[in-house]
């Protein structure tokens, strides 16, 4: 079965010919070989381009490294990139003629010098270069500086729940249960068994995304990143930070970790796309905090199967879902931070941070969002709205809630909307 990435796919098709180096990013498995090998393969072939001008290759594949005289096993053994010399001379056989070629290069990090190589065709006006990559310390730095301006992100996440529900077989109450469980993995989501989603993604995390990590970062103690992963993986959503988590470390592991190591693992899990930290902003004064951060995985499936399965709550998943969501719509997420001064029954001034979730920014646009997985009285929703109100600006402030309801305003101008229409329907948030 074909699951359309149409978003993406989109995405490229806009940005064919535009001078730059198309760079597609994500975690592994989300989908970006597939979009770029095949969904946008065949776009090119049903628009008139010949086969013999679309050269594809892929680092990370044994017999296309055998193409070039490399050998996928010796590359592993003597941890090293792959020549670029003998890419170049492959590349070289293949353009024939001063016709539009399109190169379609798959897992390009694992290749030397790509940095010089990539720069290298484009200053050829018929060559037209898009990439995939798993790893933002080697990418989203290079595209910022060796690109010197002519690299263009295009970052993949995996499934979105829309994606999702055009390959679920029921609706979509039941479809966001089960999305919240085993997440948007493409090769998890096509999977029909329970048990078969569940090891798979196991597998997926002992044998590429741990693996990777350890070798990419050369991580001496695996044990104590896996037990990092862990801790986050219980407390998604939850404000930490390094020194926070050491304590953690030392309270309950015995363990001596400092928080710069704590730091460099962090750093770790989100340059190889698995986590995303949301920074606190002070809405008031306008200014970020630095410390603590929360942290949210990019699929929750991939979390869920970290903790085994047996941590599952809905408060939590909801909100990471939203913040996914958020983040592949293009918006930066921030924490909000209010900070207010209560008199008390004895006339004691008190001071308190209230919290919005999420401050979402897109050009001139802001919304102020908050997750509320039910709202079952007044009292409850009067606890939510409790932040907005402080808020002194325009900007729209929304509630999102798993009840089903109508989208409907309140007298403050707040609107309130189930998730499922905000999944489903990106212009929601503007009615």
Avoid: W
């Amino acid at each position: 079965m074909e699951i359309s990435r149409d978003f993406y796919l989109d995405k490229l098709i806009k940005r064919k010919h535009n001078g730059l180096i198309k760079v597609i990013t994500g975690i592994r498995r989300c989908g970006k070989s597939y979009l770029l090998n095949n969904l946008f393969y065949h776009h090119l072939l049903n628009n008139g381009v010949n086969a013999d001008h679309i050269i594809r290759f892929a680092f990370d594949s044994a017999d296309d490294l055998y193409l070039i005289g490399e050998s996928l096993i010796q590359i592993e053994k003597e941890k090293r990139g792959i020549d670029p010399e003998k890419f170049m001379a492959y590349i070289r056989s293949k353009v024939v003629d001063d016709g539009m070629y399109y190169l379609l290069l798959d897992e390009i990090q694992m290749l030397d010098c790509f940095e010089a190589v990539l720069n290298g065709y484009l200053r050829k006006d018929n060559m037209d270069v898009f990439v995939t990559g798993s790893n933002a310390k080697l990418l989203s730095k290079d595209i910022a500086t060796e690109f010197a301006g002519r690299g263009d992100e295009i970052h993949m996440y995996p499934l979105s729940f829309a994606e999702f529900m055009n390959v679920y077989n029921g609706d979509k109450y039941m479809g966001l249960s089960e999305y919240m469980l085993y997440g948007g993995i493409p090769l998890v989501v096509l999977r029909e068994d329970a048990n078969d989603k569940a090891a798979a993604l196991q597998n997926l995390f002992n044998e590429i995304y741990i693996r990777d990590i350890t070798r990419r970062n050369r991580v001496k103690n695996i044990g104590e990143l896996e037990d990092l992963l862990n801790i986050l993986s219980s407390a998604i959503g939850s404000l930490t930070n390094p020194e926070k988590l050491k304590n953690t470390f030392k309270t309950v592991k015995k363990s001596r970790i400092t928080s710069a190591t704590i730091k460099k693992y962090l750093d770790c899990f989100e340059d190889s796309f698995l986590i995303e930290s949301a920074q606190r902003y002070d809405i008031k004064g306008k200014a970020y905090i630095e410390t603590p951060k929360k942290y949210y995985f990019s699929d929750l499936g991939l979390r869920n199967a970290r903790i085994n399965f047996r941590q599952f709550e809905q408060t939590h998943s909801m909100e990471n879902v939203i913040y996914n969501e958020l983040r592949m719509r293009g918006y930066s997420v921030d924490v909000g931070v209010i900070p207010i001064a209560e008199k008390d029954k004895n006339g004691k001034v008190t001071r308190k941070k209230l919290e919005v979730d999420f401050v979402c920014n897109m050009g001139s646009v802001r919304y102020y969002i908050q997750s509320a997985y039910s709202l079952p009285d007044e009292i409850k929703r009067t606890q939510e709205i409790r932040p907005f109100r402080r808020i002194d600006d325009s900007f729209k402030k929304i509630v999102i809630t798993k009840d089903v309801v109508q989208p409907y305003y309140d007298e403050y101008g707040i609107l309130t909307i189930n998730i499922y229409d905000f999944l489903l329907n990106p212009d929601c948030l503007e009615k």
